[in-house]
């Protein structure tokens, strides 16, 4: 039990981070459906500076430039998707799917090349943290805390202060419902859905690096992040766009999801004899279930996936 609350937490962790991000971006009027992709380089960089920092390096510096550098790899990743999206006014969900097939490959031709680099002999795609992983785990009585437990909860509560409690917040909002509105007030659109689609690849690139060092040591890129950009896009829809209910749809996903690494520790499901590939496809398929049968209450910001126009009303 401990073990599956455990992996609960870590994987909830993930998708409160990336669903934020997909509901500030959507709040924005901008639909990010390449958080996938985006998770994929925000683990890219928080693992290659896990793999060059120097040996010896304490905890909270390891911690905190780790942190930092998936953050960046997020931020300048997404703004793939705002240039495209808000100047040139693309199609969103081409675009979000554009990054998604990139992230993953462009991850996994730079591992390559790196390790190729270092050792002829090793043409992998994966990268290894063994020591450096440890400075963001703490032991609590057989627990095994994690830092970005933290890291989601205070995210989680800063997102929810942002939007509701502060102008800035207000204002993206007011770009999702009605831009023209918010425009003939002085709100400069372009600029807040930027500054949304930015927020959003942050928390996204700090969901991918939380991914990868998910109970494992070491990650070859070219399996991507397991379709969790999707998930959290889907705990995001079922959450209705708001971070209290995002929460208890993160908790409840990531449960589901942590079956899988689990389950044999429950006697009653292990004599059960059910193949671990269905305890894998579990979280998935109560996705498509929930969003089956909740999606038409949703209420989605009026003007999400609408490119911003100042000549229309």
């Not at 990336?18 to 990010?32: F, K, M, T, Y």
């Not at 999206?85 to 090349?113: E, S």
């Not at 959450?239 to 929460?247: D, L, S, T, V």
Request: hydrophobic share 55%; with cysteine; net charge positive.
């Amino acid at each position: 039990m401990m073990l599956l609350i455990q992996y609960t937490l870590i994987f909830a962790s993930v998708l409160v981070l990336v669903a934020l991000g997909g509901c500030i971006s959507e709040h924005s009027g901008v639909i990010n459906l390449g958080l996938e992709g985006i998770m994929v380089i925000g683990a890219l960089g928080g693992a290659l500076m896990m793999k060059y920092l120097p040996a010896g390096s304490s905890a909270f510096v390891t911690i905190v430039l780790t942190v930092l550098m998936a953050i960046l790899a997020g931020v300048i990743y997404s703004s793939l998707l705002a240039v495209s999206c808000i100047n040139f006014k693309a199609d969103q969900t081409i675009v979000g799917t554009a990054l998604n097939m990139l992230g993953v490959a462009a991850a996994t031709v730079i591992v390559k090349a790196i390790n190729s680099a270092e050792n002829p002999d090793n043409p992998s795609s994966e990268i290894s943290y063994i020591a450096q992983k440890k400075a963001f785990l703490v032991n609590i009585n057989g627990f095994e805390f994690n830092w970005f437990m933290v890291l989601a909860v205070l995210a989680l509560i800063l997102v929810a202060v942002m939007l509701y409690k502060t102008r800035f917040g207000l204002r993206l909002m007011a770009c999702g419902e009605h831009p023209q509105a918010a425009a003939s007030v002085g709100i400069s659109v372009y600029k807040m859905r930027w500054a949304g689609v930015l927020l959003s690849g942050a928390l996204g690139g700090l969901g991918g690096l939380v991914y990868i060092t998910a109970g494992v040591s070491q990650w070859k890129f070219e399996n991507g992040v397991a379709g969790f950009g999707f998930l959290s896009l889907a705990v995001m829809i079922f959450g209705q766009w708001k971070p209290k209910h995002i929460a208890w749809a993160a908790v409840l996903f990531g449960m589901f999801r942590a079956l899988s690494n689990v389950y044999s520790g429950f006697p009653f499901l292990a004599r059960m004899n059910i193949p671990s590939g269905v305890y894998n496809m579990l979280p998935y398929i109560i996705s498509l279930v929930v969003l089956a049968f909740t999606s038409k209450h949703s209420r989605a910001p009026k003007a999400e996936g609408i490119p911003y126009d100042k000549g229309s009303r």
